[in-house]
């Protein structure tokens, strides 16, 4: 049973929902990345999602955009990124997602990619722009190195194209609240609940909700009907406007205390 896996068990048989923060990873540098994985755990994160660098981050709305160009402009690249998660395995065996587009990926080279992640410790592999029509090669090379394969599915997606992720995922399906790019809102929109109802038919897989998910509201009113809420953008943000580096991570531990909370 991968990480993933146990942590939703372990969560169920307490009755409680996951909560899964999102970074970028090398924003502002890889020592804070490293250190704020670490902190984040132990405040109360049960999955962190690790963002890979990429110059056209068509998804991302403009707080992670800038996160992206930060990292990318201190030469952060998937190596370093591997080898980060490498290091935090020595104190920390909270699941960790590698959150990327497929060209970093691929460039890297998929069997040395897939290799390479299971030695450092990464559990699973999330790829925004790969569709499940074309992952099958992504998704065996995957499987032989017992990762997960995250997929996404949002409240266009058609009850044909869930039941094909449902066939193909693992450790959880990403259930996306709004079509767009991500960022944060006021409200959650009104498709997100009958969005996860709709996965649960093809499915027995945990569901987490991101894209938009800021306070501790929010997260409260996704874990009633999903499994998890994935924040992101709020994260990001508070990363962004911290002056002060020595206080950066102790605040962001504390943002995880109040969502977790």
Known sequence: MSRIAEKFQALKKVER???????????????ITEQLIIKMAECGADIIEL????????????????????????????????????RVRKVSQIPIV????????????????????????????LVTDLSPEESENFL?????????????????????????????ASGFIYAVSRTG???????????????????????????????????????????YYADGAVVGSRIVAEIEVSRDQSELVEKIGNLVKELSS
């Not at 587009?101 to 992640?117: D, I, S, T, V």
């Not at 409200?187 to 306070?215: C, E, M, Q």
């Open 17 to 31: 929902k996951a909560l899964i923060p999102y970074i970028t990873a090398g924003d502002p540098d890889l020592a």
């Open 140 to 168: 065996n090379i995957l499987k032989k190195h017992n990762l997960d394969m995250i997929f996404l599915l949002a409240p266009t997606s058609s009850d044909e194209r869930m039941a094909k992720v449902a066939k193909l």
């Open 98 to 125: 590698l959150f990327s587009y497929f060209n970093p990926l691929l460039q890297f080279g998929l069997e040395n990619l897939a290799k390479k992640a299971k030695e450092v410790g990464i559990d699973a592999i």
């Open 181 to 223: 790019i991500t960022g944060m809102q006021q409200k959650l929109s009104d498709t997100v609940k009958p969005l996860v109802s709709r996965i649960r038919n093809h499915t027995n897989l945990p569901i987490a909700v991101g894209f938009g998910i800021s306070n501790r509201e929010q997260v409260k009113e996704v874990c």
């Open 51 to 86: 963002g890979v660098p990429f110059s056209d981050p068509m998804a991302d709305g403009p707080v992670i955009q800038r996160a992206t160009e930060r990292a990318l402009t201190k030469g952060i690249k998937l190596v370093n990124i591997l080898d980060l998660v490498g």
